[in-house]
């Protein structure tokens, strides 16, 4: 008569579970606090990484904002406007594509602590209604890649500060960041992309200009776009049409998902009031772009409690120039002088502590 096979000792088969489990838990633990780290934060900006943590000294003027201001402010331009020596200048123009207000905010309270800030702070703001915004699929934007550039903290932060959102959507947005930042702190792990913001910081050059790696000259496609976009205009508007034949471009000022934004922008403010710091919201112009509408600059002050700088006529008139232009929407290095030109003046008249008097 055979013997019955063993039972599995289940307590011990429990107790191993739950080690394992316990052992995930505290590696995901470990690895959104490492998350946390500024290497891992700025893996994907390794320019904009050495240009807040690889110098001394207080930074003399701060740009911020998308690809548009990371190719249309001029460094040395800037410095000079500021009446300050561009070779030992420190500006740091740290603004890079795809970043949204919450980001962008991040990056400022990072080079403060970094640094330090003793000049003024310049920050783009894009009103209009874009594709950028229309193609999320969350309730509220962040553009991408929010939970990758900021501490865990304010990721879960915005969970309180979205007055409009339904409890059920925020939760989906915290949960869709957390994710999100889990799955990009795992390739940075894997990849390595974190080591080479130490590497590179060792070794930056001094003074550090983002700008460099895509150049001056228009490419056949961005070429190839400034044409179509003046050929478009003269099809609606007639020949030789340019940005003043248009309407004002909407804004997005009033929708649902513009709230965060719109509250991160006054955190701006109210950081550069704090440091008696002047500070500058400025909307950047693209090849014949519409005009920004008056009543846009009405909504934008009382959401943010600043004025939104618009480029005066006879600036926009000269950048109706194609040879100041690399595409549609970033400047070359001629066009990004004259527009840095522009901010510097709006910088000198703001004044210490306060934004400039809307023009």
């Not at 700025?42 to 001394?56: E, G, K, N, S, T």
């Not at 201001?69 to 420190?90: E, K, M």
């Not at 509220?140 to 500060?161: E, I, T």
Request: hydrophobic share 40%; glycine share 8%; aromatic share 8%.
């Amino acid at each position: 008569m055979g013997s019955e096979p063993d039972t599995p000792d289940r307590p011990r088969v429990r107790r191993i579970y739950g080690l394992l489990a316990a052992l995930v838990l505290a590696g995901l633990g470990l690895l959104i606090w490492w998350s946390d780290r500024p290497a891992v934060r700025y893996a994907v900006m390794p320019c904009q990484y050495r240009a807040i943590y690889a110098l001394d000294g207080p930074a003399a003027a701060v740009v911020l904002g998308s690809s548009r201001s990371q190719y249309g402010v001029d460094n040395a331009a800037l410095a000079r406007g500021l009446g300050l020596d561009p070779a030992t200048a420190p500006v740091a123009n740290v603004a890079r594509g795809g970043r949204g207000p919450g980001q962008l905010y991040q990056q400022l309270v990072d080079l403060d602590a970094a640094r330090g800030i003793d000049g003024p702070i310049l920050f783009e703001v894009s009103p209009e209604d874009t594709a950028f915004w229309r193609r999320t699929p969350l309730y509220y934007q962040y553009y991408p890649g929010f939970a990758r550039a900021v501490p865990l903290r304010r990721v879960v932060a915005d969970w309180s500060s979205k007055p409009r959102e339904p409890a059920y959507s925020r939760a989906r947005d915290l949960a869709d960041d957390l994710l999100t930042r889990v799955d990009t702190a795992l390739h940075v792990l894997v990849t390595a992309r974190w080591r080479r913001n130490a590497t590179r910081a060792a070794t930056a050059a001094r003074p550090i200009d983002c700008r460099t790696g895509r150049g001056d000259r228009t490419t056949p496609g961005g070429g190839r776009q400034l044409i179509r976009t003046a050929k478009a205009l003269e099809r609606a508007y007639g020949e030789g049409a340019t940005w003043r034949n248009q309407p004002p471009a909407p804004d997005e000022l009033g929708r649902v998902n513009q709230d965060r934004q719109l509250a991160y922008l006054a955190d701006v403010r109210r950081f550069a009031a704090e440091r008696d710091l002047p500070v500058v919201f400025f909307a950047p112009p693209s090849y014949l772009g519409a005009p920004v509408a008056p009543e846009t600059r009405d909504r934008f002050a009382a959401a943010v409690g600043a004025p939104l700088a618009v480029p005066p006529d006879a600036l926009l008139d000269e950048l109706t120039e194609r040879d100041l232009w690399l595409d549609a929407y970033h400047l070359n290095r001629a066009g990004a002088e004259r527009l840095a030109g522009w901010l510097a003046d709006e910088a000198r008249r703001a004044g210490p502590g306060r934004a400039p008097a809307p023009s």
